[in-house]
Nanobody
């Protein structure tokens, strides 16, 4: 069983920065594609960013492109989400997820493409 634990959430002012971390168990972490999703109250979960097994390929939702950066350190079994220029609309619970299978037809943005999920960490951006 793969375990994912997010950390780094909190309260920040608009325009500020925050870095989320997702610690992942399992000796096959380096073979997993990883993603970040978020969910605000009353809204559906939405894709934020994804990264392939090596870190060479990254993908971003249009709403965060240019502001957020996903990265990974396979030696530490950890994936990160650096969030800059935060906006109030970024407020949500952020979840990391691991995909043990290859993406088909660029389905990195679909939650069903991921097999394991963390418990989430709250990010609140004040105006």
């Amino acid at each position: 069983q793969v375990q994912l634990v997010e950390s780094g959430g909190g309260l920040v002012q608009a325009g500020g920065s925050l870095r989320l971390s997702c610690a992942t168990s399992g000796r096959t972490f380096s073979s997993y594609a990883m993603g970040w999703f978020r969910q605000a109250p009353g809204k559906e979960r939405e894709f934020v960013a994804a990264i392939n097994w090596s870190g060479a390929s990254t993908y971003y939702a249009d709403s965060v492109k240019g502001r957020f950066t996903i990265s990974r350190d396979n030696a530490k079994n950890t994936v990160y989400l650096q969030m800059n220029s935060l906006k109030p609309e970024d407020t949500a619970v952020y979840y990391c997820a691991a995909a043990t299978r290859r993406f088909i037809n660029s389905n990195y943005y679909r939650g069903v493409s991921y097999d394991y999920w963390g418990q989430g960490t709250q990010v609140t951006v004040s105006s």
